[in-house]
Nanobody, 123 residues
């Protein structure tokens, strides 16, 4: 079992920044890949960013150049630095553990999820 706990969400004005954190339980965090997803009201959950156990990263086109995913294996933590936030970034953001195979942007390839943290960017 892996437990994931997100934090760092909040309300910011458009153009502002937030850093989300996701702490994972267990002793094998450095052996698996992680992802961030988001879900806005009335919309499907969508991929935001992923980071492999080897620190490779991938991003959705709509966040490239604005968001950065990183990890600190000593702290069992994955981060999502979000800059230049836009009202359309408003959503609940979830971190998730990747199963180890499959593509990063498919939510079915993730087997553990956090509870989510609300991000709101006001215009």
């Amino acid at each position: 079992q892996v437990q994931l706990v997100e934090s760092g969400g909040g309300l910011v004005q458009a153009g502002g920044s937030l850093r989300l954190s996701c702490v994972a339980s267990g002793r094998t965090f450095n052996s698996y890949s992680m992802g961030w997803f988001r879900q806005a009201p009335g919309k499907e959950r969508e991929f935001v960013a992923g980071i492999s156990w080897g620190y490779g990263t991938t991003y959705a086109d709509f966040v490239k150049g604005r968001f950065t995913i990183s990890r600190d294996n000593a702290k069992n933590t994955v981060y999502l630095q979000m800059n230049d936030l836009k009202p359309e970034d408003t959503a609940v953001y979830y971190c998730a553990k990747h199963r180890g195979v499959g593509i990063f942007n498919d939510p079915h390839e993730y087997d553990y999820w956090g509870q989510g943290t609300q991000v709101t960017a006001s215009s």
